[in-house]
């Protein structure tokens, strides 16, 4: 299937985009190369292959929650850059 300038100009249309006449032409180029390459891939023979999302196996890697001890709060607001006694201060951003 080939890709016109004017399927080019239409869909740059829709996508409220401003394109020069070169910028139309190289991408009417690589759309058809594209797909040209899909309908490449639509030929090959797929019936005896399972769907997968991914190529590898994946397998969940959290660890087990397990309750500990806080930290202390004059260590969690030691690096602040700004703070009251037991909180981090911050701009306000809501008026």
Known sequence: MRITSEDVKHIASLSRLSMSDNEIDIFSGQLSSIIEYVE???SLDTGNIEPTSHIIPL???MRDDIPAASLPVEDALKNAPDSTEKFY???KIIE
């Open 89 to 91: 201060r911050v701009p």
């Open 40 to 42: 490449q891939l639509n």
């Open 59 to 61: 397998n969940n890697v």
